[in-house]
């Protein structure tokens, strides 16, 4: 839907990643396979990196 390569997709921030995920029609399937798929991230290392803080 956006045309972002997966390079750009990468250095989205945060916040733009989230903001570009709550743009998608209910029919795109990235939002349903988020929510669906189980994910525990316990090391503050990832958590820093997933977050950018």
Do not use: H, K, N
């Not at 390569?5 to 998608?24: D, H, K, M, P, Y």
């Amino acid at each position: 839907m956006y045309g972002l390569t997966a390079e750009q997709i990468a250095a989205l921030s945060t916040r733009r990643f989230v903001v570009l995920i709550g743009g998608l029609p209910g029919e795109a399937r990235f939002p349903e396979l988020w929510r669906t798929t189980p994910r525990t991230v316990t090391d503050p290392a990832e958590i820093a990196r997933l977050t950018g803080r």
